[in-house]
T-cell receptor, first 113, second 114 residues
């Protein structure tokens, strides 16, 4: 059974700082890995999806990397802004069923103006 | 275009009652997922539909939970004899196809069982 861990659970940084969020998974035979953002009381918004054959994906100030062999992914946020404050979740398909997705518990980010 | 919508946004019910939660996926999306999210946790997979059929219902916690998608679009999650432990946010997501495509989430239904 796939298990996904995210560290740290919470992070508080001053505006403008670059930061890295970590995601680790136990089964490296993944189909893809997806990063989401969740605002309080809201659903999830997809940020980046990395296919298993890729090593990284970029969208604006966000960059996600994937190292399947070590079971790790990182989400890099450049020049953080107060609007980036949210909970960030990574998700991977469970082994043997790529439609059955396992989520981490998330990292709650606060960017202080 | 319109995103995934879920109704109601909030549902308060008494222990032992029956509830139905509705999900309207993005038009044209063949895959539909239900998740349950408890406070401070990531979403937990419940069931996945490809078209009208439940391709994987292994995440449903017990036989009080049931979901349908009769016409391959709207889905309803049904919970019988609700228990206080069923209180959570129920999230629905849809994707264009089954092959690990990006999932688009609705805002969720917050269920509170008193």
């Amino acid at each position: 059974k796939q298990e996904v861990t995210q560290i740290p659970a919470a992070l508080s940084v001053p505006e403008g700082e670059n930061l890295v969020l970590n995601c680790s998974f136990t089964d490296s035979a993944i189909y893809n890995l997806q990063w989401f953002r969740q605002d309080p009381g809201k659903g999830l918004t997809s940020l980046l999806l990395i296919q298993s054959s890729q090593r990284e994906q970029t969208s604006g100030r966000l960059n996600a990397s994937l190292d399947k062999s070590s079971g790790r992914s990182t989400l890099y946020i450049a020049a953080s802004q107060p609007g980036d404050s949210a909970t960030y979740l990574c998700a991977v398909p469970q082994a043997g069923g790529y439609q059955k997705v396992t989520f981490g518990t998330g990292t709650k980010l606060q960017v202080i103006p | 275009g319109a995103g995934v919508s879920q109704t109601p946004s909030n549902k308060v019910t008494e222990k032992g009652k029956y509830v139905e939660l509705r999900c309207d996926p993005i038009s044209g999306h063949t895959a539909l997922y239900w998740y349950r999210q408890s406070l401070g946790q990531g979403p937990e997979f419940l069931i996945y539909f490809q078209g009208t059929g439940a391709a994987d219902d292994s995440g449903l916690p017990n036989d009080r939970f049931f979901a349908v998608r009769p016409e391959g679009s709207v889905s309803t999650l049904k919970i019988q004899r609700t228990e206080r432990g069923d209180s959570a946010v129920y999230l629905c997501a849809s994707s264009l196809g089954p092959a690990g495509d990006t999932q688009y989430f609705g805002p969720g239904t917050r269920l509170t069982v008193l």
